[in-house]
DNA sequence: TTCCATAGAAGAATATTTTCCTGTTAAACG
DNA sequence: CGTTTAACAGGAAAATATTCTTCTATGGAA
């Protein structure tokens, strides 16, 4: 497989930011016609350096205002219980992001909620739910200082 | 300010999983036509319910396979010292998202990388030069369990 | 050099979608 | 009941996406 070019680079760094712009606008951008810049899209996508177009809603707007990270840390670590906690987490639908770590804490978990109320019920009647957690330390977001989905490259 | 009626959060759920569903689909979804759907999304990006569309890269595809959470305190905590930190992590390309927490932690990073020599060589480089920094601890990710940027409501 | 072969890219033609406008229906309210 | 308002349907025009054919530059191989 071979590699991308400078303009493949431009263009993926053009749709992680804006995913609207059309592909008559990036040729411009460019200084290439619609149909060369058409085609490296559809072959980005097909490739999988795309690998889907989202939009990014208001948090507070829907009243999600409140952002917890979780850090949770295993009692037992064989891969049976490690496999069962991650399948029970991608069940709760508060959880948007949950990482697998190294180092003393086994898991990141990003949550959002309504309330600290809310989070409060999150922990008691479902985290607390699952089984084999040792360790569970809450930090909450004052202020999102810089939140992105791009990556630079 | 009226609120959002069930259609207005149905066109949220589908945009925010596939921002390239035309209004034709989505209105047959919702057994409506075109019109309305596509005033209502145009409501809504007017609103701010939807701040952008963009493109999900694969962070591995473009070479950025490491994923780091650092998690940093300040020595001093005035104001300026908070906003001046800040206003430094934003110029790092390589933070992809950076929160002011409550807790014994300040703040929380999460960095892409190319690999685990290049984390040394920007905490060596660019996170060491900004002064201020107390405590900080690394963590990186062994696997990403869950990563969505859908909110559930 | 000359002759392919290949890989973009341009340009044109077509299919879809977006966008806007008008008329209609239905619920809301006096 | 009549009036008003909001939401919707339908359709036309404009813009965009998509496909296809042709052109051009580049790089071997003879």
Redesign the interface.
Request: hydrophobic fraction near 40%; proline fraction near 1%; aromatic fraction near 10%.
């Given at each position: 497989m071979e590699l991308l070019d400078e303009t493949d680079l431009k263009i993926?760094r053009i749709?992680?930011?804006?995913?609207?712009k059309t592909t008559k606008d990036i040729a411009k951008q460019l200084h290439l016609t619609a149909s060369p810049v058409y085609e490296r899209i559809r072959r980005l996508e097909k490739?999988?350096?795309?690998?889907?177009?989202?939009?990014?809603?208001?948090?507070k707007?829907?009243?999600?205002p409140v952002?917890a990270?979780c850090m949770v840390s295993l009692r037992y670590h064989n891969e049976g219980f490690i496999d069962t906690f991650?399948q029970q987490?991608?069940e709760l639908?508060?959880?948007?992001?949950?990482?697998?770590?190294?180092?003393k804490?086994d898991?990141?978990l990003k949550i959002?909620l309504e309330g600290l109320e809310e989070y409060h019920e999150f922990v008691r009647s479902k985290l607390s739910k699952i089984h084999n957690i040792g360790v569970l330390e809450s930090?909450?977001?004052?202020?999102?200082?810089?939140?992105?989905?791009?990556?630079?490259?």
């Amino acid at each position: 497989m071979e590699l991308l070019d400078e303009t493949d680079l431009k263009i993926l760094r053009i749709l992680q930011n804006d995913a609207k712009k059309t592909t008559k606008d990036i040729a411009k951008q460019l200084h290439l016609t619609a149909s060369p810049v058409y085609e490296r899209i559809r072959r980005l996508e097909k490739k999988g350096y795309i690998k889907h177009y989202v939009a990014i809603l208001d948090k507070k707007m829907l009243n999600r205002p409140v952002t917890a990270i979780c850090m949770v840390s295993l009692r037992y670590h064989n891969e049976g219980f490690i496999d069962t906690f991650e399948q029970q987490i991608k069940e709760l639908v508060e959880v948007q992001e949950c990482y697998h770590m190294a180092g003393k804490v086994d898991f990141f978990l990003k949550i959002h909620l309504e309330g600290l109320e809310e989070y409060h019920e999150f922990v008691r009647s479902k985290l607390s739910k699952i089984h084999n957690i040792g360790v569970l330390e809450s930090y909450f977001v004052l202020k999102e200082v810089h939140n992105t989905t791009a990556i630079d490259f």
